[in-house]
Nanobody, 119 residues
Framework: QVQLVESGGGLVQAGDSLRLSCAVSGRITNSCTIGWFRQPPGKDRQFVISIRWTGGKIDYQDSVKGRFTISRDNARNTVDLQMNRLKAEDTAVYYC????????????WGQGTQVTVSS
């Protein structure tokens, strides 16, 4: 099993930056992928960005390219989401999730953290 705990959400203004962290523990392997998802109010959950646990193979949703970056912090065992030039439409509950390489879907999920961007 993999345990994931998100932190760092909050209320910011449009144009600001915010950094979310996902603390990862449990049976994590180099073949795992950690993804960030978000669920805007009244909408379905959507993929944002992901990274292989080894640090390679980063995938993005087009709407966040050039604004959001993902990275691993080996010392803290976290996967961090740096969000820059935030927009009102980035308002959502942000979740991190994990899947093993042989899995199609993400199996393990955190509890989510709220990000609200005021315009």
């Amino acid at each position: 099993q993999v345990q994931l705990v998100e932190s760092g959400g909050g209320l910011v203004q449009a144009g600001d930056s915010l950094r979310l962290s996902c603390a990862v523990s449990g049976r994590i392997t180099n073949s795992c992928t950690i993804g960030w998802f978000r669920q805007p109010p009244g909408k379905d959950r959507q993929f944002v960005i992901s990274i292989r646990w080894t640090g390679g193979k980063i995938d993005y949703q087009d709407s966040v390219k050039g604004r959001f970056t993902i990275s691993r912090d080996n010392a803290r065992n976290t996967v961090d989401l740096q969000m820059n030039r935030l927009k009102a439409e980035d308002t959502a509950v942000y979740y991190c999730a994990a899947r093993y390489s042989g899995d199609v879907t993400y199996t393990y999920w955190g509890q989510g953290t709220q990000v609200t961007v005021s315009s």
